[in-house]
């Protein structure tokens, strides 16, 4: 069995680790999901257990990480969403929220735009209002974040009208931001491509 | 690091900035804007912030957050800025916006704008209707690509407070 790199080996358990790479040398094709999948995007907290989802309802395609498949943020929101509809989802899972608010771009609104594309048959309201209840237990910083940012998620649930959103801060990605003060005359957007077997984001050029 | 009568214009320059206290010029608030020159300094006429010195017009961190809130924010991309914008508003609506109408109240743009980009963006299938709303197609192809830019968009904090909105993007301006 290969060696787990130094920082999964951080954000895993001991039992966890010896699963990851007990399957990894199966060779299994198991797609790793859940909280478990956002610790390994974001590096963000140690996970005790590893947790799966099945490979046919997938939004977007898994990433190999060390011999296993790790599902799409996408997917792992839509995963997260869905436990607060079903029954009382743990605390845990309103902080690994937040978390996936400011570290990417991903919000709940978008959120519950895959969960409706998945799951039809899951009203999105109960989803909301299932929010509503684990945050309103919730205390300290994820507390007080929840209670900012469901007013805006309410909010952004009608059909019509202007919503104030401040709560989470815009996101400053490592994207190109083209000099927008000259216009962009002269520029011209290049698609994301390949070039020499490797994978070129998009971005600005002149022409 | 010697910030005595002897230090240099750079030394100067880092030290205010790292401070955080070094004014930001129209130049440098438009680019984190999204906009151009013109807008940010008419605005700062018109809503009394930044400082005109000999050397030009200056903004403090506070002058720059007050642009921020009357202009909003465009970051740019691959789309004119009013398709960014609506791509932005209708990501963040799970049940979508009832019509174009909708959609420039919600975004802060004019009605016709608002209209010419809905139309735009369904040809390019990154808009769709379903049950009667506009929904975002969050799984176009090149949504992934979109999504960090549309993230940095934000429309001006006065839309929705009733009253036509200054600085508004029209069909002519908007970015090739």
């Known amino acids: ?207 | 690091m010697d910030y005595g009568t002897n230090c240099c214009m750079d030394d100067l320059v880092a030290f205010a900035a790292y401070r955080g206290q070094m004014d930001a010029t129209p130049e440098q608030v438009a680019r984190r804007l999204g906009t151009s020159r013109r807008r940010v300094v008419s605005a700062a006429r018109r809503l009394g912030v930044g400082r005109e010195g000999i050397a030009g017009w200056s903004f403090t961190a506070e002058d720059e957050e007050t642009l921020r809130a009357e202009l909003g924010v465009d970051a740019g991309g691959p789309l004119p800025r009013s398709q960014m914008r609506v791509l932005a508003e209708l990501s963040l609506r799970p049940r979508g916006l009832a019509s174009a109408r909708a959609v420039a109240q919600a975004c802060g743009l004019a009605p016709a704008t608002a209209s010419a980009a809905v139309k735009a963006l369904q040809a390019a299938d990154f808009v769709v209707v379903r049950e009667g709303a506009l929904h975002a197609n969050v799984l176009h192809p090149r949504w992934v690509e979109l999504r960090p830019l549309l993230r940095e968009v934000r429309p001006p904090d006065s839309r929705g407070t009733g009253g036509p909105p200054a600085g508004d993007l029209h069909p002519g301006e908007e970015a090739a």
Request: neutral net charge; charged residues 20%; contains cysteine.
């Open chain 1, 1 to 207: 069995m290969d060696r787990l790199p130094h920082w999964l080996r951080g954000i895993l358990s001991l039992e966890a680790a010896y699963r990851w790479r007990t399957l990894a040398a199966e060779g299994s094709d198991a797609v790793v999901s859940g909280p478990t999948a956002l610790a390994v995007h974001l590096r963000h907290r140690v996970c005790p257990e590893l947790v799966f989802a099945d490979r046919q309802g997938l939004l977007r395609d898994p990433m190999p990480v060390a011999g296993l498949a790790v599902a799409s943020p996408d997917d792992i929101l839509v995963a997260l969403l869905s436990a607060f509809a079903t029954d009382g989802a743990p605390a845990e899972q309103l902080a690994d929220l937040r978390q996936l608010e400011l570290r990417t771009p991903l919000q709940v609104e978008e959120g519950l735009i895959l969960l409706a594309r998945v799951r039809p048959d899951l009203s999105t309201e109960r989803v909301v209002t299932g929010l509503s209840a684990a945050a309103s237990g919730a205390e300290g910083e994820v507390g007080a974040y929840w209670a900012q940012r469901l007013p805006e998620v309410a909010a952004s649930m009608a059909l019509r009208g202007f919503v104030r959103r401040v709560t989470v801060p815009s996101q400053r990605a490592a994207v190109h931001r083209p000099a927008l003060t000259i216009g962009s005359s002269g520029q011209v957007w290049v698609e994301p491509h390949e070039r020499d077997g490797q994978q070129v984001a998009g971005y600005w050029r002149r022409r």
